[in-house]
């Protein structure tokens, strides 16, 4: 190639990566010497890993890569081999071609038998051979299996974990039609009710750890245990105790099998009907990575996606938990115009020419931290064409020092990099509250907050000339608007959040709006057309391309760039 | 029931932690001293020691589940360890055991310590006593029977009786 690379100011070069050499079936490959451990610090690259970097996978159980290693569950045995040294000379002993002499790792009183080790926990050494693909592996593997399969009831038809229980996949891949085991089965609790969102099958567990692991090293609470002994082991929490922190779901998430279930999830769906999206958590400011389970436009859960930027792989229990009201059956779903069913083009013509002939200074919107940002930046465009002072509702709440964030918005940082409030959000709402009382402020336009609880009472909205309201759900405010646009949960529709330290996230569309619902930023975006204040977009890229060229920090942001794990910009 | 360590014990064990590095490390030797004073360990005795030692109650609990010489559950008066292993299978311990559950109207079939409703005896199986050339070996509380016998056996229920 004759392409000539314009040298780059040249960058702090990173540290060279030091790399060792290494077969993985044959195949020569170099792998780097350390890697992060699951708190981030480099340790020597396991077995595990070298074979994932080689393009190959180890079954496992017990390893987590977000998770201290355990080494229990045997699963990943992989048998392996390495360079034979001379003990007088201490070099390499070659073979007749040259190359060094492998020694098979095997039993040492049955040189016969070769002897795996634990891919997950054994670190790889220069010139060692790894052979995930022998026969040898593939025997220690359906032994482990068929050890594991002892006492489990085989209850897959009815179990929540089936489509995705790697103990069902691995059993596909490298187990034995027949069980060998003709004692009976040792019998443990069923159904036992660990805690408020958890209930523990612990016949169907094969004591991975990986929820004690969680609990204790991740969430902070030391909550969970084996008890008995021998083949009654059994995970269990203090008795009288409840598993019972902000995260428990992730332990669901993490176990790789049904033993852990979530009361909420549990028997609803069969997993493999469910369409999967990506999308955020929009109950507190950090954004959480999130997929959306949803069947015939009706969700049924949201799982955590994993971005280290952001939320590793997990997200706490009460924002999985806030789906439901999505579904709820008051949700506003009309156009109306002072109480009278409409159209969307009567409504957004109405709008405007209400705006149109609205002076300077009479108009005031206040916002919703929960909006996008596409649909925060319209009503800010529409807003700097009136000189209309406009605000937003703070919302509050304890943080964490594992994921929630103080901020219950998930769009603060939005709020502020559009200029809908530069500063601490609610301060304006006294001024837009005595502006309507001395009669200045004749216009308002809501979206998605219900004013009425912050200062601004039902008594003095009703001295509005033009109350425009935007919301999902019905309430006070929505009760007293003259025009009432029905608008989306951001489950129904694109757009991005910026979370609280400035990483912008986009999030996909996972069901349909209900009844005559639009998503916010399309009748925005005709509003604001019909003012003349923006233009040349048809899509919600389109939209957000623009946006990125006018808000000075989302400068050189483009939607296609922010791929599924958002970008950070500076706040 | 309130439970209540008294003074003495507890500064005794309180002594006793802090002659290890990790507090933790001396679970065991709480549990033991617990369950020699209170005579089987109830739930608030794991809370109390998991309190001591600055751990979470599950960490104690595990251990009271995992060795068999730990009680939750008080047990009788008398009580009777009879050995199961390999010598003294051999030399007729199961007799033993039937013949005992038999006289006490207990359960053969149930795994575990048993106790007489009367709270007189229990009776165990357990591995082996480390008296294997004296087979059959049973233990009555603290006293070991070598060579026992089903009359030793009889010898044991009417001396417990009394
Ligand atoms: S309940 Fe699940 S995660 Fe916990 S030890 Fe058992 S199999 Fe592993
Ligand atoms: S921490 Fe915040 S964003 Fe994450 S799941 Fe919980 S509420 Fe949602
Ligand atoms: S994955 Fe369980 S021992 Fe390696
Ligand atoms: S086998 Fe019974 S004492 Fe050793």
Known sequence: MSNVVTPAPAPAAPPPVEKIRIKVDGRDIEVPKMLPDWQGKPVPTTMLQAVQIAGGEVPHYCYHPKLPVAGNCRMCLVEFGTPMMDPATRKPVLNEDGTPKILRSVLPYEPQTPRGAIACATPISPGMELYPSSPATRQMREAVLESLLINHPLDCPICDQAGECKLQEYSVEHGQAASRFVEPKVHKPKAVDLGPRIILDDERCILCTRCIRFTKDIAGDDALGIVNRGSYNTIAAAPGRQFDNNYTLNTVDLCPVGALTSKDFRFKMRVWFLKETKSLCNSCGTGCNIQVGSRENVIHRFEPRENDAVNSSWMCDAGRLNYQWVGRSDRLQEVLIRGARSTWTTAVAEVVSRLISAPKGSVAVVASARQTTEELYLLRAIAARHGAITDSIPREGEGDRLLVSEDRNPNSQGVRLTGIAYTEMGIRLPEIAEGIRAGRIRTLLVFGEDVTQYGLDAELLGQLETLVVSDILPNATTALAHILLPGCAHVEKRGTYINVKGRVQRFMKAVEPRGDARPEWEFLAEIARGLGVASGFSTIEGLFNRMAGEVPALAGVEWAKLGDGGVTVPV | ?162
């Not at chain 2, 009889?154 to 417990?160: E, I, P, S, T």
Request: with cysteine.
């Open chain 2, 1 to 162: 029931m309130s439970f209540s360590v008294p003074q003495a014990l507890e500064n005794e064990l309180d002594e006793l932690a802090s002659h290890y590095p990790q507090k933790r490390s001396a679970s065991l030797m709480f549990l033991h001293a617990l369950q020699e004073h209170f005579g089987h360990l109830s739930q608030e005795a794991v809370d109390w020691t998991a309190q001591k030692l600055g751990l979470q109650p599950i960490n104690v609990y595990e251990l009271v589940t995992f060795y068999p010489m730990f009680r939750q559950e008080p047990l009788g008066k008398t009580q009777i360890k009879v050995c199961r292993t390999l010598s003294c299978a051999l030399a007729g311990s199961a007799e033993l055991r039937a013949h005992l559950i038999g006289k006490l109207g207990l359960d053969s079939h149930r795994h575990g310590p048993q106790t007489t409703v009367d709270g007189q005896f229990t009776v165990e199986f357990v591995e082996c006593l480390a008296s294997c050339g004296t087979a059959p070996v049973v233990m009555v509380n603290e006293d070991l029977l070598e060579k026992c016998s089903v009359a030793d056996c009889d010898r044991v229920l009417a001396k417990g009786r009394k």
